[in-house]
């Protein structure tokens, strides 16, 4: 079955640096779904990547999907306090209904 | 719209117990589900429906069940409440594809569950 691992676990970054987070599947995935959720909050729907090698911006953020859709990235350029929270991955597999998360990367933006 | 609603906000249950955490949405939205989640864990799917009348497990089902009456309601039961099942719960509701395919995720507020 699908085995997805996403890394690292936990980011403490200085608020202006960068700051990247991976998601990595063991088999080829149909597309995939980026998810950010604030301290005490809940999962909200960043974006979702479809084609292979694919790259999406919004604002100082990038996503990512590798050419062979196993692996995607988010990239944070120049981290602020209100980036800081738990991204998540959500990747989907060739069939089935099940939408399944990855373990989440919690980032702290340190002033 | 209010999008996906749960209740209640917070609940504590003692050992054996049992109860029912209410999630409805207001989107027309075919596709629902409900998570757990526990520090270090992420999100785990519990189960999900394609539509009304229709459920599946995902990848915790055991000591939990559901129903999908109607398009708006997805209740989770607990049957007999044990310490494990702990959790921050949070239920989700999305468009889907004609296959059944879940779209974009809409989440609701949680619920905060301790069982002593």
């Known amino acids: 079955g699908q085995q997805v691992m996403q890394i690292p676990q936990y980011q403490h970054v200085q608020e202006g640096e960068d700051f990247t987070t991976y998601c990595n599947s063991s088999?080829?995935?149909?597309?995939i779904q980026w998810y950010k959720q604030r301290p005490g909050g809940h999962p909200v729907f960043l974006i979702q990547l479809v084609k292979s090698g694919e790259v999406k911006k919004q604002k100082r953020l990038t996503f990512q999907f590798g050419e062979a859709k196993k692996n995607s990235s988010l990239h944070i350029t120049a981290t602020q306090t209100t980036d800081v929270g738990t991204y998540f991955c959500a990747p989907r597999g060739g069939g089935g209904n099940k939408l399944t998360f990855g373990t989440g990367t919690q980032l702290k933006v340190e002033l | 719209n209010a999008g996906v609603t749960q209740t209640p906000k917070f609940q504590v249950l003692k050992t054996g117990q049992s109860m029912t955490l209410q999630c409805a949405q207001d989107m027309n939205h075919e596709y629902m589900s409900w998570y757990r989640q526990d520090p270090g864990m992420g999100l785990r799917l519990i189960h999900y429906s394609v539509g009304a009348g229709i459920t599946d497990q995902g990848e915790v089902p055991n000591g939990y069940n559901v129903s999908r009456s109607t398009t708006e309601d997805f209740p989770l039961r607990l049957l007999s409440a044990a310490p494990s099942q702990t959790s921050v719960y949070f239920c989700?509701?999305?468009?889907?594809?004609?296959?059944?395919?879940?779209?974009?995720?809409?989440f609701g507020p949680g619920t905060r569950l301790t069982v002593l």
């Open positions: 989700a509701s999305s468009y889907s594809s004609l296959a059944g395919s879940p779209d974009t995720q809409y």
């Open positions: 088999t080829t995935l149909s597309n």
